[in-house]
């Protein structure tokens, strides 16, 4: 049965959908191993500090550098880099690069050291409510992890190359080296140095990111001397075309300045369960959103580069597919599995079951917003491949005004008794203290799908005929998605009967079994309804095994020749 319907789904396998199933999966890989890392660093922060103030100060002395990464680093960003260095030749990429770093460099020096010198401003006006010793150990670790956005920085100019290369295997682990920096420092310069071990460990974990490129870099002629400032007008004309992604990435972490802010305000160790259940749904969301979106963006810009809207946008809209294809599912199994997952990544040490349950509410409710996230990232990847710039800002302003005018809306409707008690009743918090933390995780989300929504209405109103393209996947993947969570829960109600959940082990596999069986029925249905994303994932995999059974085979044959003319 199998065999027959890959056997329909390679007929229309096209090389677009090969290449991107290629590219996409190999990035998908490595952000499986960078995310099974990050959840091994967070283990390992739960375990250490639970939900607590001092986690919440770690979180809250990322904002200004992350804040100064984006802003700064945009201007010179992959999306524009690479369309720039591919009208280039081998020595005019080597002249621009050149003087991109030096430009970049002299600049992002100069904003982190003013950033630095502010510090302490800075964070009294925004976080109030650390005072003393805990608004020292704050601006500390400000301090330290504003050499981040220099050396990230750097490191995304050279991900610009390796990526007009297609070493995506490379691109890909510099984040799976950034955490084990991070996890240095948990593991060893925390015990010596206390909280500030920790950001020197993000320190060690930007270096390592930075430099696992180095070595291609030089083989392929960059850096073999100083560089020099030598095109001071393209370095102008990049940061100018760059400038409104540069701010539509900063309303990003604005937003997250904001919600961090709030989040001071509640119980203790609720920026904690934030950023906690923010980097749990961060997992699927770079596995599958951005995976693929990263993986359309060389061919989409090649598209419009020939003048091809046609094709720019089948090419659009096969990604997209995809994005719902695993998202809508991932999301559903989510909602169900939330406590499970949790509890097995986080649960120890000091990271108790109030701070489980907590997290999994919020949790569930970022899940909620996966599909519109990477649907989002596919897109304004397509709006820059146009040099179209500013719908993605305008959006992007948008969805950050939004996501804080909800937040701060909803905190004040769950003053309401009687609201918030039937909402920690929806999400099983009920009774707990800082459950209002499940506000912001709320208003993000929705605000995520609104923008997302406003981009797909414009994109399809700027370049007709991509919804009809990608109605049915939507539809077809609520289907599976809802398939699947069914089957999930179904599977957890009868193993109850038979499994305990006092144990670790326990709560592992049972919720292993749950998910796995969810999964069988998720493709199932997507079998059932005759998929055609389930039909080409089929394909891809079956004429990648057939591909490599044929080279073994030509090797063979082509040895036995070898012989006989010997």
Same mark, same amino acid.
């Given at each position: 049965?199998?065999?027959?319907?890959?056997?329909?789904?390679?007929?229309?396998?096209?090389?677009?959908?090969?290449?991107?199933?290629?590219?996409?999966?190999?990035?998908?890989?490595?952000?499986?191993?960078?995310?099974?890392?990050?959840?091994?660093?967070?283990?390992?922060?739960?375990?250490?500090?639970?939900?607590?103030?001092?986690?919440?100060?770690?979180?809250?002395?990322?904002?200004?550098?992350?804040?100064?990464?984006?802003?700064?680093?945009?201007?010179?960003?992959?999306?524009?880099?690479?369309?720039?260095?591919?009208?280039?030749?081998?020595?005019?990429?080597?002249?621009?690069?050149?003087?991109?770093?030096?430009?970049?460099?002299?600049?992002?020096?100069?904003?982190?050291?003013?950033?630095?010198?502010?510090?302490?401003?800075?964070?009294?006006?925004?976080?109030?409510?650390?005072?003393?010793?805990?608004?020292?150990?704050?601006?500390?670790?400000?301090?330290?992890?504003?050499?981040?956005?220099?050396?990230?920085?750097?490191? *995304?100019?050279?991900?610009?190359?390796?990526?007009?290369?297609?070493?995506?295997?490379?691109?890909?682990?510099?984040?799976?080296?950034?955490?084990?920096?991070?996890?240095?420092?948990?593991?060893?310069?925390?015990?010596?140095?206390?909280?500030?071990?920790?950001?020197?460990?993000?320190?060690?974990?930007?270096?390592?990111?930075?430099?696992?490129?180095?070595?291609?870099?030089?083989?392929?002629?960059?850096?073999?001397?100083?560089?020099?400032?030598?095109?001071?007008?393209?370095?102008?004309?990049?940061?100018?075309?760059?400038?409104?992604?540069?701010?539509?990435?900063?309303? *990003?972490?604005?937003?997250?300045?904001?919600?961090?802010?709030?989040?001071?305000?509640?119980?203790?160790?609720?920026?904690?369960?934030?950023?906690?259940?923010?980097?749990?749904?961060?997992?699927?969301?770079?596995?599958?959103?951005?995976?693929?979106?990263?993986?359309?963006?060389?061919?989409?810009?090649?598209?419009?580069?020939?003048?091809?809207?046609?094709?720019?946008?089948?090419?659009?809209?096969?990604?997209?597919?995809?994005?719902?294809?695993?998202?809508?599912?991932?999301?559903?199994?989510?909602?169900?599995?939330?406590?499970?997952?949790?509890?097995?990544?986080?649960?120890?040490?000091?990271?108790?079951?109030?701070?489980?349950?907590?997290?999994?509410?919020?949790?569930?409710?970022?899940?909620?917003?996966?599909?519109?996230?990477?649907?989002?990232?596919?897109?304004?990847?397509?709006?820059?491949?146009?040099?179209?710039?500013?719908?993605?800002?305008?959006?992007?302003?948008?969805?950050?005004?939004?996501?804080?005018?909800?937040?701060?809306?909803?905190?004040?409707?769950?003053?309401?008794?009687?609201?918030?008690?039937?909402?920690?009743?929806?999400?099983?918090?009920?009774?707990?203290?800082?459950?209002?933390?499940?506000?912001?995780?709320?208003?993000?989300?929705?605000?995520?799908?609104?923008?997302?929504?406003?981009?797909?209405?414009?994109?399809?109103?700027?370049?007709?005929?991509?919804?009809?393209?990608?109605?049915?996947?939507?539809?077809?993947?609520?289907?599976?998605?809802?398939?699947?969570?069914?089957?999930?829960?179904?599977?957890?109600?009868?193993?109850?009967?038979?499994?305990?959940?006092?144990?670790?082990?326990?709560?592992?596999?049972?919720?292993?079994?749950?998910?796995?069986?969810?999964?069988?029925?998720?493709?199932?249905?997507?079998?059932?309804?005759?998929?055609?994303?389930?039909?080409?994932?089929?394909?891809?995999?079956?004429?990648?095994?057939?591909?490599?059974?044929?080279?073994?085979?030509?090797?063979?044959?082509?040895?036995?020749?070898?012989?006989?003319?010997?």
């Amino acid at each position: 049965m199998i065999s027959a319907f890959t056997g329909r789904a390679l007929k229309y396998l096209s090389s677009e959908v090969r290449g991107l199933h290629a590219a996409a999966y190999v990035l998908a890989a490595c952000a499986l191993l960078s995310s099974l890392l990050a959840m091994v660093r967070d283990r390992m922060l739960a375990q250490t500090f639970g939900a607590s103030t001092s986690l919440d100060i770690y979180y809250a002395g990322f904002r200004i550098p992350d804040l100064i990464f984006v802003a700064t680093g945009a201007l010179v960003s992959v999306y524009m880099l690479i369309p720039e260095l591919s009208r280039r030749s081998d020595p005019q990429q080597k002249s621009y690069i050149d003087t991109i770093i030096v430009g970049f460099s002299i600049f992002a020096v100069a904003v982190s050291a003013v950033a630095a010198l502010l510090a302490p401003l800075i964070l009294s006006l925004m976080f109030p409510e650390y005072t003393g010793a805990h608004a020292t150990q704050l601006i500390d670790i400000t301090r330290i992890i504003l050499l981040q956005p220099i050396i990230l920085g750097l490191s *995304n100019i050279l991900a610009a190359i390796t990526q007009v290369r297609h070493r995506y295997a490379l691109y890909a682990l510099s984040p799976l080296l950034y955490n084990l920096g991070i996890i240095f420092g948990v593991e060893f310069l925390y015990p010596m140095w206390g909280i500030t071990g920790l950001a020197w460990g993000v320190v060690i974990g930007a270096c390592l990111h930075l430099g696992i490129q180095i070595p291609s870099i030089v083989g392929d002629g960059f850096l073999r001397r100083f560089p020099r400032f030598s095109e001071p007008k393209a370095l102008i004309n990049t940061a100018f075309i760059s400038l409104p992604r540069a701010l539509a990435l900063s309303m *990003n972490q604005i937003t997250f300045f904001g919600l961090t802010a709030l989040a001071a305000t509640l119980t203790s160790g609720s920026i904690a369960v934030f950023m906690f259940a923010y980097n749990l749904q961060a997992v699927p969301l770079s596995i599958i959103g951005a995976s693929f979106s990263v993986a359309a963006f060389p061919t989409l810009a090649a598209a419009l580069s020939k003048g091809d809207t046609k094709e720019f946008i089948g090419h659009v809209a096969i990604a997209a597919r995809y994005v719902f294809f695993w998202s809508v599912p991932a999301s559903m199994l989510i909602l169900v599995l939330r406590a499970y997952v949790v509890r097995v990544i986080l649960g120890s040490g000091a990271f108790d079951w109030t701070d489980t349950r907590l997290t999994a509410a919020a949790f569930a409710l970022f899940s909620l917003s996966l599909a519109a996230q990477g649907l989002t990232l596919l897109l304004v990847r397509g709006y820059y491949a146009a040099g179209r710039t500013f719908v993605p800002l305008i959006v992007a302003v948008g969805v950050a005004l939004g996501t804080l005018a909800i937040a701060f809306m909803t905190l004040h409707v769950l003053d309401n008794d009687d609201i918030l008690f039937w909402v920690q009743s929806t999400l099983r918090v009920e009774g707990l203290q800082g459950s209002s933390v499940i506000a912001l995780a709320f208003a993000y989300t929705v605000a995520q799908i609104l923008g997302a929504v406003a981009l797909v209405i414009h994109f399809e109103y700027r370049f007709s005929g991509f919804f009809t393209q990608v109605w049915r996947s939507i539809l077809e993947s609520l289907f599976a998605g809802i398939a699947g969570a069914l089957g999930v829960y179904g599977a957890l109600m009868v193993a109850g009967f038979f499994v305990t959940t006092d144990t670790s082990a326990s709560i592992f596999f049972l919720g292993l079994g749950g998910g796995t069986f969810g999964i069988i029925v998720a493709m199932a249905a997507y079998h059932a309804i005759g998929s055609r994303e389930y039909g080409e994932t089929l394909a891809a995999i079956r004429g990648k095994l057939w591909r490599k059974a044929q080279v073994e085979g030509v090797t063979i044959v082509a040895s036995a020749e070898e012989q006989g003319a010997i």
